[in-house]
């Protein structure tokens, strides 16, 4: 078996753990849960802290550089452990539905050594009531609506600055 075959059979093993539901990606640990002894998903208490204070800073109109001075502010260490945070990281993790009783795979797909968005090349699938939640459904959809709005108010100022 040559390297391309071997990366095929194993990107095939993976999306049919995807299909059937026994793929243990969707029990990956983030920033917020910890892995129990039986292999399952489990709040840490302190970390959901953190990450709810994130969702409700953002809804409150607090920018992702707000939010990581805040959480440095704090003392709060990163996910990595480092003592700043990151805009990324923060935009990753309120964009994390993991957060919520679901968990989404095949969101990015690896084309050769560049992994991009999956935006409809592949199927996605998505696994409901893995593991507790830290955020509400609700909570959830309004980052994402007021993420959206931000990103469009965005582009209308540069469109508008680019008009003049």
Not at 76 to 102: C, F, H, M, V
Not at 120 to 127: A, H, I, N, Q, V
Request: net charge positive.
């Amino acid at each position: 078996m040559n390297a391309i075959q071997k990366s095929q059979a194993i990107k095939a093993g993976l999306r049919k753990g995807f299909q059937d539901g026994s793929s243990k990606m969707a029990r990956c640990k983030c920033y917020g849960y910890t892995l129990g002894s039986n292999g399952e998903l489990e709040i840490n208490p302190d970390e959901a802290k953190v990450v709810h204070w994130i969702f409700e800073r953002y809804l409150a109109g607090d920018s992702l550089g707000k939010i990581a001075a805040g959480l440095e502010r704090l003392g709060i260490p990163s996910p990595t452990g480092r003592s700043k945070w990151n805009r990324e990281a923060i935009d990753k993790l309120l964009s994390n539905e993991k957060y919520t009783w679901q968990v989404m795979l095949q969101k990015t797909i690896s084309t050769g050594a560049v992994q991009t968005e999956n935006d409809g090349l592949m199927d996605r699938y998505l696994y409901t009531d893995t593991h507790e939640a830290i955020i509400s459904d609700e909570m959830f959809n309004a980052v994402q609506e007021k993420k959206q709005k931000r990103s469009k108010a965005l582009e209308n100022k540069f469109a508008i600055g680019l008009a003049f």
